[in-house]
């Protein structure tokens, strides 16, 4: 019985040492088939011994066979979770893709900001300089911020001047995506007493068929100046000195009469012709003069809706496209030249 339990300890020695040793999964699963894998295997050959001895040496000595059995296992399986790991880690690494395009030694380009963009941040930087502060709006809004709050109420002609795109939310015809930036101007207002002085550049959304100057999806920036004692000069003179900052010292501006809902008086504003300088040339059909945008006074109806006297202040609002002025700066004549995402017109920005 000695030489029996003394056997055993040494297969199971040599078989922690064997596996210990194993290299890859494959040999352990090798090993394993040696000491435990079936009845060829080492420990079932010990076993094959028991019926050699008396009942009480059996029990003592099978004991002895089903713990070292218990602990090789146990190793085994140890190890190969080990060993799996190890080869999962070099498998990965060596199918592992390289998928960095390199072309010829270029160095890779990298991306900048869109055109559109740039104009935006030109935009605020300029009016930031002027003494303005910039406010954002939800792109989503509903029908009173975007028109009745306006001076817009319900079924009011000037309603057709926008094609709306609206929202299944609420109520038919409830919510929708703004036409325009203004409903900005009466958050703001309805957030802060005066004195105000903000624009605000976002993005809006009209049911256009996109061509050579229309998108439906396009953007917008707006000024909104509110205080005592603010009158249609002051207004006039902000719109010259933003013209000459952007366009440069030889562009100047001119109001026309017009209408607008939540302005009164309005007007469109214009601007000498960036291309000819006001000479006259196709691009401005001869006048010397292109129209950029639409301002005018702070109707006291809108004042009314968020609770501001229009007795005691007044104020002038005015908007523009920032697509428009980056097409009129870099003389570009398609706007959909902006979505195509043609890279030979990026890079030139």
Known sequence: M???????????????ARIDAAASVADLRAVEQELVGGKRSA?????????????????EVGRAINAARTRVEARIAERAEHLAAGEREARIAAERLDLTEVIGRRTTARGRRHLVTQARDELEDLFVAMGYQVA?????????????????????????????????????????????TSPVQ??????????????????????DTPDA????????IEGLVVDRGITFGDLAGTIEAFTSAYFGPDIHS???????????????????????QGRGCRVCS????????????????????????????????FGFGIDRCAMMRHDIDDIRHFIANDIRFLEQF
């Open 254 to 276: 001119r109001l026309r009469p017009s209408f607008f809902p939540f302005t009164e008086p309005s007007a469109e504003f214009e601007i000498s012709c960036i291309f000819c």
């Open 43 to 59: 420990l079932a050959a010990l076993n094959q011994r028991l019926g050699q001895l008396a009942v009480e040496e059996r029990k």
């Open 136 to 180: 954002e709006g939800p792109e989503v809004e509903t029908d009173w911020y975007n028109f009745e709050a306006l001076n817009m109420p319900p079924a009011h002609p000037a309603r057709s001047m926008w094609d709306t795109l609206y929202v299944r939310l609420g109520e038919a015809e409830s919510t929708l995506l703004r036409t325009h």
């Open 2 to 16: 000695t030489d029996l339990v003394d056997n055993v300890a040494a297969v199971e020695s040599d078989g922690l």
């Open 286 to 317: 001869q006048s010397g003069w292109i129209e950029l945008g639409g301002c005018g006074m702070v109707d006291p109806n809108v004042f009314a809706a968020v609770g501001i006297d229009p007795e005691e202040y007044s104020g002038f609002a």
């Open 213 to 220: 100057r229309h998108l439906p999806v396009f953007h917008q």
């Open 186 to 207: 009466i958050r703001v207002m309805q957030s802060q007493p005066p004195p105000i002085h903000v624009v605000m550049p976002g993005r809006c959304y009209r049911r």
